[in-house]
């Protein structure tokens, strides 16, 4: 019996775990492999969701599912203190979970997503509200509601984060959110980057500085956040510059999942070491990752997972039933960009092709909702 085991069933690990179970779905019927997701939650999180939760455009309930109710009926699952991996050991091909248990395996997928860091910043826990996870957004929407005037500060800490696209859509939802109530002239919007421009991207960069000037929405770049000041309302980057606000609308510090920081698999960041290509992690020849956890120069993103899914799905049944031929991953990343509350654009890349984002239009925002739909039904299931 060969054991591929997934560690995290976000969404990264949940469509590799279906794709690889329906490729070795034979050597799975006559008990000759088998695939396993560990995961802390027994509950799978839509995070793009998240976005449109905090301004009021979709229902928190439609975040959430089961993950067990995702997964493919041939994945095992587990989850809680069974779920919950507290080591992984390369050298004897093993993880421990919290309930004291060791699985060994023979091909490991790391898909343990990157973790919010709130108290990585004096002052950030207290002061900042985010839309990065549900009970945050929740908030943030009834501060969105109840804001008839003042100043709104869109910051992003530091990089990299999930999303890089989020602190531009929640910006010009913003600006559209207030225009559409009428109250845009009472409302002034700062966005604080902590790298030179708006975005890290050229090409996207150039489109939406011009949108920016357009909408009236004040630049401090670049600005690496220091501290947040609670009492005097302000916060300061390492650059020396303050902003003041009224409402903190912040990107928090990213982190790969302690786990792999205590395994001695990543850097001092916990982000794992990862061939951009093949996505093994460098030095290991049977442990692969995918989505966030990855150090890959490029887009944190369930787009990159996704596309990720169908290289390490290939090579982990390829090794298992001794086939063989490894596919490579090019660097495709695809994001819509929500210009709005009701238009967007999106970015379409691989590491050979920039990315060259359309003129916005209600067409590419209709397509965002109905991806975030298609999501649970055909999307996590891989049936898409
Ligand atoms: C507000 C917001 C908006 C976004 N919008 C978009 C978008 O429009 N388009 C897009 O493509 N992406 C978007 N993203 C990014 C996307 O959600 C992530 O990139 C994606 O979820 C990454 O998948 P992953 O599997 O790597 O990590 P995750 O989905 O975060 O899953 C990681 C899993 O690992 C588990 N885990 C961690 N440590 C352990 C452990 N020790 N033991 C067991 N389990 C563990 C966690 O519980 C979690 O379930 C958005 C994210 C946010 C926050």
Not at 99 to 108: A, E, M, N, R, W
Not at 143 to 160: C, L, N, Q, W, Y
């Amino acid at each position: 019996m060969k054991n591929v085991l997934v560690a995290g069933g976000g969404l990264g690990g949940t469509i590799v775990a279906n794709r690889i179970a329906q490729k070795l779905s034979n050597e799975i019927e006559n008990g000759e492999a088998s695939v396993t997701v560990f995961d802390k939650s027994d509950m799978h999180f839509y995070q793009p969701g998240f976005l449109l939760v905090s301004m009021g455009a979709m229902e928190p309930q439609d975040t959430q599912i089961m993950e067990r109710s995702v997964l493919d009926r041939r994945v095992k699952f587990l989850s809680g203190d069974s779920g919950s991996i507290t080591k992984i050991d390369a050298d004897n091909r093993s993880l421990t979970t919290a309930d004291g248990k060791s699985h060994g395996y023979d091909q490991l997928v790391l898909s343990t997503g990157s973790h919010l860091q709130f108290d990585e910043i004096p002052g950030f826990a207290a002061g900042a509200d985010t839309f990065f996870n549900l009970e945050k957004a929740k908030e943030m929407w009834q501060k969105v509601r109840s804001f008839e005037g003042g100043k709104i500060v869109v910051d992003t800490a530091m990089m990299p984060h999930k999303c890089p696209v989020a602190p531009l859509e929640i910006t010009l939802m913003l600006d559209d959110y207030f225009r559409k109530k009428g109250i845009r002239d009472k409302v002034q919007i700062d966005y604080c980057y902590p790298v030179p421009g708006v975005f890290g991207i050229p090409n996207v960069n150039k489109m939406m500085t011009k949108i920016f000037a357009e909408r009236g929405i004040n630049v401090h770049s670049q600005f690496a956040l220091a501290s947040v000041d609670t009492s005097a309302r302000k916060i300061t980057s390492k650059e020396g510059e303050s902003v003041d606000y009224d409402l903190l609308v912040s990107i928090p510090p990213h982190k790969g999942a302690q786990v792999i920081g205590d395994s001695g698999l990543g850097d001092r960041r916990n982000w794992v070491s990862t061939d951009k290509f093949t996505l093994l992690v460098k030095g290991h020849d049977d442990i692969h990752a995918m989505g966030d956890t990855t150090d890959i120069a490029i887009s944190k993103a369930g787009s990159t997972a996704d596309y990720e899914s169908y290289v390490v799905s290939h090579n982990v049944a390829a090794e298992v039933a001794g086939t063989g031929g490894m596919k490579t991953y090019p660097g495709s990343v695809f994001c819509f960009i929500a210009t709005g509350m009701d238009q967007a654009t999106y970015i379409k890349f691989d590491y050979s092709h920039p990315p060259v984002p359309p003129t916005p239009s209600q067409v590419y925002w209709w397509s965002k909702l109905a991806y975030n739909k298609l999501y649970w039904s055909l999307h996590a299931r891989t049936m898409i």
